[in-house]
C-alpha cells in the first residue's frame, strides 16, 4: 500500500517567503521541502490503483495558470490543529481540483466529499487548544502576507511516508498544464 496525494509544489522563491512567513510559529513548523498545495488525498492505496490513477492524471488536460498566496488561517475552530498559508480565490485552481478528483474517481479511488479548501499548512498545533492564543495571535500578525501571483506550470503525483519525526514526501510523477 502507498500513502499518495496529487499536489502543487511552490517555486523556489514562493517557498523562501513561506519560510519567512512561518518564523515564530508555533507547533511543528513544516520543513521547507514538505511545503505543497495539496490537489486531492488518495490515501493508502494499493500499487495497482496507483498506477490507474497516474494514468488517468496524465490525461488531464488544463492550461497552466497565476497563484495568489494571500493571509494566514487556522482550522480546527477554537483548539486550532493546522495554520497554513491561504490561497487567493483562483477558478483556474478550481477546475484542475475538480478535474483531479474526477480522474481519481474514474480509477476507483475513493476521496472525501469535504468541500476543497486550498491551503499551504504551515505548521501542525499538536497541543490541540493548548496553543490557541499564540496561534490566533500569529495568524492576525500575518493578515498581510501575499506572495505571489506565480505560475503554476505542473502538478505531482507524491508518496507520503509517515514517521515519528514527520511525514516525508516524494514526487513519483509530474504532469504539465498546458
Ligand atoms: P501528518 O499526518 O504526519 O501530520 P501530513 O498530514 O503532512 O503529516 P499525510 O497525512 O500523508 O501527511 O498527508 C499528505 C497530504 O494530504 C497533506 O497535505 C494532508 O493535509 C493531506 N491530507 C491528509 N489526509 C487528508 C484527508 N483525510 N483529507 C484531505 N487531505 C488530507
Ligand atoms: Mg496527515
Known amino acids: 500500500m502507498i500513502r499518495a496525494f496529487v499536489a502543487i509544489r511552490p517555486p523556489g522563491e514562493v517557498i523562501d517567503r513561506l519560510v519567512g512567513l512561518q518564523a515564530g510559529a508555533p507547533g511543528r513548523v513544516s520543513p521547507p521541502e514538505n511545503l505543497h498545495l495539496t490537489l486531492a488525498f488518495l490515501g493508502e492505496i494499493p500499487t495497482r490503483l496507483l498506477e490507474d490513477a497516474d494514468a488517468a492524471l496524465g490525461q488531464i488536460k488544463a ?11 487556522l482550522f480546527g475552530g477554537s483548539k486550532p490543529r493546522l495554520i497554513y498559508a491561504d490561497v487567493a480565490p483562483c477558478p483556474a485552481l478550481t477546475a484542475l481540483q475538480a478535474k483531479v478528483a474526477q ?3 474514474g480509477a476507483g479511488i475513493e476521496l472525501e466529499a469535504r468541500r476543497y479548501s486550498p491551503h499551504i499548512t504551515l505548521a501542525r ?3 490541540r487548544g493548548a496553543d490557541r492564543k499564540r496561534a ?9 502576507f501575499l506572495a505571489g501571483p506565480f505560475e503554476v506550470t505542473e502538478f505531482g503525483l507524491y508518496r507520503s511516508t509517515l514517521h515519528a519525526h514527520g511525514p516525508v514526501y516524494d514526487r513519483l510523477k509530474a504532469y504539465a498544464l498546458t
Request: hydrophobic content about 50%; overall charge neutral.
Open 125 to 127: 498545533l499538536d497541543k
Open 103 to 105: 480522474a481519481a474517481r
Open 136 to 144: 490566533e495571535r500569529f495568524a492576525a500578525d500575518r493578515a498581510a
Open 63 to 73: 492550461p497552466g495558470f497565476a497563484l495568489t498566496l494571500d493571509g494566514v488561517g
